[in-house]
């Protein structure tokens, strides 16, 4: 059974960074990609980030590029989200994804399981 954990999320003034981390089990994930995805309270859930597992090609939102940095860590298992500069409006819970077959997607309904995610509150 594929697992999904975030962590890493909390409190922080707006221009501050947090990094978010996503650890994986019970798959083997050399094949598969990953994303960040958020919901704000009364929004529906939103891309933020891809990544595939191979060659690591990555893909933003444009609400966070430039800010955001997705990467991944092969050996432990595990996907990052660093984000800078962040702003109130980044308020959300913030859900890892991973997706078996394709590259990344911007569709949450092709993501195949999904983490418990992590909230992430930016103060003004």
């Known amino acids: 059974q594929v697992q999904l954990a975030e962590s890493g999320g909390g409190l922080v003034q707006a221009g501050g960074s947090l990094r978010l981390a996503c650890a994986a089990s019970?798959?083997?994930?050399?094949?598969?990609?990953m994303a960040w995805f958020r919901q704000a309270p009364g929004k529906a859930r939103e891309f933020v980030a891809g990544i595939r597992w191979i060659g690591g090609g990555t893909s933003y939102s444009d609400s966070v590029k430039g800010r955001f940095t997705i990467s991944r860590d092969n050996v432990k298992n595990t996907l990052y989200l660093q984000m800078n500069s962040l702003k109130p409006e980044d308020t959300a819970v913030f859900y890892c994804?991973?997706?078996?077959?394709?590259?990344?997607?911007?569709?949450?309904?092709?993501?195949?399981?999904w983490g418990q995610g992590t909230q992430v509150t930016v103060s003004s």
């Open positions: 019970g798959g083997t994930f050399s094949s598969y990609s």
């Open positions: 994804a991973t997706k078996f077959k394709g590259g990344t997607s911007a569709k949450s309904s092709q993501y195949d399981y």
